[in-house]
């Protein structure tokens, strides 16, 4: 595969971040917490890296809720403002239509600041198939160079939905 011209950059020069992070029934309890502890340390890490971040919550459809996190260096009000969203959660099913339509909204737009985001999906991978009409639009996203990853917090490592995570990622970890 042709690498994209970001995958050459510097960590100081990469793209912001949109992160997405599944905040359904099947996450409840230590899923959730490892995956909120992951989150936070993936925007220290975009901080020193002086990326900006966008973050998603979701579970089913129509629970979706988000945070814009202001640039770099994160005034110490806004990582408290960061704390008390990682503090709320849906408990619902999972739909990935929600987040994934938010996060390809975010990089629309000739000048938008999310146009160069990576995106990244933290869920326990039991998620159905977004749309056709999504995965479409995540195809020509990626064509022109965006890169989506998964972080993949579970205990049960056959859960159903990861080949789907595994198709419409770069990279699943």
């Not at 992951?38 to 979706?64: D, K, M, T, W, Y």
């Amino acid at each position: 595969r042709n690498l994209s011209w970001r995958e050459f950059r510097p960590a100081f020069e990469r793209g912001p971040l949109i992160c997405c992070v599944d905040t359904s029934r099947s996450m409840a309890g230590k899923e959730e917490a490892v995956a909120k502890a992951a989150v936070l340390e993936i925007l220290r890490l975009a901080e020193n890296e002086r990326r900006r971040c966008h973050l998603f919550f979701f579970s089913g459809p129509n629970q979706l809720e988000e945070l814009e996190i202001p640039a770099p260096p994160i005034p110490p009000a806004a990582w408290q403002g960061v704390l008390e969203f990682l503090g709320r959660s849906f408990q619902g099913t999972t739909d990935l239509d929600a987040p994934l339509a938010a996060s390809l909204q975010c990089l629309e737009g000739y000048e938008s600041i999310w146009q160069t985001a990576d995106l990244l999906f933290v869920t326990d991978s039991k998620v159905e198939e977004p749309s056709i009409k999504l995965l479409e639009k995540l195809k020509a996203f990626r064509k022109e160079g965006l890169r989506v990853f998964a972080l993949i917090v579970l205990q049960d490592i056959e859960a159903d939905g990861m080949q789907v995570l595994t198709d419409i990622c770069d990279e699943v970890w």
